[in-house]
């Protein structure tokens, strides 16, 4: 039985006080984006004297590196799936609240010199996958080898057909950066350096392709004057173009879920607010994303399509739930997580459901 607004009152004055929470977000179209650059959490929750502030506030690292494994108490995270289901398979305390998906850009992508123009001529060649050496959740190299594998799907082809070829990451993928209240987690060198092993070893020929996605691998495509072997963000099939952020997640530490849902609930209230902003403001709303993403208003137009600023309400609809599972089925066949876990009993729909949108 759901409480009612008195009875979420009554918890809320006899509840742990807090007077901060946390977030974080990835750099891809996300409400959360929205609602910082609109001031719309500090309105909410300034009264009570809680601030808002991101994981980048803090000069500890241990403290940022909650965007990859959420151990910061009080946080909410938004982005890309692998991080929340590796943490959960390793019985990390947070519940999942909303699912995302904003389809983006995403290719396999090979020189002309390579001779490949179609998925089938993926044969007997070798894609290139960057390996992170240095971070304990490689969530890049999973993207990358799934869109792979969905580039040889397309044409019938084995993974076993293909040579993957592992490219060693040195750099830690979270940067070192100034603190911010608001900022982004990585700095745009740092960002920009994000592929800069897999476009070497294309342009020296060592490897033939290597995926790409969103405003950057767009970037990336044009500046080595490659082309897609395979499109795979905009194809029909969900299963195709399902990645790392496709569908997001939006997660939340359990302790806050137990003992302050009002402020949950609050949280979530303004993410739907954002969207709904969004929706009425196309072109902000696709500024806001080329800032997040650190690129310009031309490559995020281009990377996400007519309809990103439609698509950021966080839901639990079936589909997108299916979606998650069918990521964390690949995660976990293909080693990125040790153990399986029900993912449905992650979920918790108490927020959505009290703000009519399940």
Same mark, same amino acid.
């Given at each position: 039985?759901?409480?009612?607004?008195?009875?979420?009152?009554?918890?809320?004055?006899?509840?742990?006080?807090?007077?901060?929470?946390?977030?974080?977000?990835?750099?891809?179209?996300?409400?959360?984006?929205?609602?910082?650059?609109?001031?719309?959490?500090?309105?909410?929750?300034?009264?009570?004297?809680?601030?808002?502030?991101?994981?980048?506030?803090?000069?500890?690292?241990?403290?940022?590196?909650?965007?990859?494994?959420?151990?910061?108490?009080?946080?909410?995270?938004?982005?890309?799936?692998?991080?929340?289901?590796?943490?959960?398979?390793?019985?990390?305390?947070?519940?999942?609240?909303?699912?995302?998906?904003?389809?983006?850009?995403?290719?396999?992508?090979?020189?002309?010199?390579?001779?490949?123009?179609?998925?089938?001529?993926?044969?007997?060649?070798?894609?290139?996958?960057?390996?992170?050496?240095?971070?304990?959740?490689?969530?890049?190299?999973?993207?990358?080898?799934?869109?792979?594998?969905?580039?040889?799907?397309?044409?019938?082809?084995?993974?076993?057909?293909?040579?993957?070829?592992?490219?060693?990451?040195?750099?830690?993928?979270?940067?070192?950066?100034?603190?911010?209240?608001?900022?982004?987690?990585?700095?745009?060198?740092?960002?920009?350096?994000?592929?800069?092993?897999?476009?070497?070893?294309?342009?020296?020929?060592?490897?033939?392709?290597?995926?790409?996605?969103?405003? @950057?691998? %767009?970037? !990336?495509?044009?500046? $080595?004057?490659?082309?897609? +072997?395979?499109? &795979?963000?905009? *194809?029909?099939?969900?299963?195709?173009?399902?990645?790392?952020?496709?569908?997001?997640?939006?997660?939340?530490?359990?302790?806050?879920?137990?003992?302050?849902?009002?402020?949950?609930?609050?949280?979530?209230?303004?993410?739907?607010?954002?969207?709904?902003?969004?929706?009425?403001?196309?072109?902000?709303?696709?500024?806001?994303?080329?800032?997040?993403?650190?690129?310009?208003?031309?490559?995020?137009?281009?990377?996400?399509?007519?309809? @990103?600023? %439609?698509? !950021?309400?966080?839901? $639990?609809?079936?589909?997108? +739930?299916?979606? &998650?599972?069918? *990521?964390?089925?690949?995660?976990?066949?293909?080693?990125?997580?040790?153990?399986?876990?029900?993912?449905?009993?992650?979920?918790?729909?108490?927020?959505?459901?009290?703000?009519?949108?399940?």
């Amino acid at each position: 039985m759901l409480e009612t607004v008195a009875d979420r009152q009554e918890r809320a004055a006899v509840a742990r006080a807090l007077d901060r929470l946390w977030y974080t977000r990835c750099p891809v179209p996300t409400a959360t984006g929205i609602a910082i650059q609109e001031g719309m959490f500090e309105r909410e929750f300034a009264p009570d004297g809680i601030s808002v502030v991101s994981l980048r506030a803090s000069a500890s690292r241990d403290v940022r590196e909650s965007h990859f494994d959420h151990r910061q108490p009080d946080s909410f995270r938004q982005g890309g799936s692998t991080p929340p289901i590796w943490n959960h398979s390793i019985h990390r305390d947070t519940r999942l609240i909303g699912l995302t998906w904003v389809d983006e850009y995403q290719a396999i992508i090979a020189r002309p010199e390579a001779g490949i123009t179609a998925p089938k001529q993926l044969r007997n060649r070798r894609i290139g996958i960057p390996r992170r050496v240095n971070d304990k959740i490689d969530f890049f190299a999973a993207m990358c080898l799934r869109g792979a594998h969905a580039a040889l799907k397309l044409a019938g082809v084995s993974p076993d057909e293909v040579e993957f070829i592992d490219l060693p990451v040195t750099e830690a993928y979270m940067g070192d950066t100034a603190e911010s209240s608001s900022g982004q987690l990585w700095s745009g060198g740092h960002r920009a350096r994000r592929q800069q092993v897999e476009a070497f070893a294309m342009v020296r020929g060592t490897v033939d392709a290597i995926y790409v996605s969103g405003a @950057a691998g %767009l970037w !990336l495509r044009e500046f $080595l004057g490659a082309q897609d +072997v395979a499109e &795979l963000g905009f *194809h029909p099939d969900p299963e195709i173009r399902g990645s790392n952020q496709q569908p997001a997640t939006l997660t939340v530490s359990a302790q806050l879920v137990r003992e302050r849902p009002d402020l949950v609930d609050r949280y979530v209230a303004q993410l739907v607010r954002a969207s709904e902003w969004s929706k009425s403001n196309r072109q902000a709303a696709v500024q806001s994303f080329a800032n997040e993403v650190g690129t310009s208003f031309e490559w995020a137009e281009a990377a996400y399509g007519a309809r @990103a600023h %439609l698509d !950021l309400t966080p839901s $639990l609809a079936e589909p997108m +739930v299916r979606g &998650l599972e069918s *990521h964390k089925r690949f995660l976990l066949d293909h080693g990125f997580i040790k153990s399986d876990f029900d993912l449905r009993e992650w979920i918790y729909g108490g927020s959505l459901e009290r703000l009519g949108l399940l």
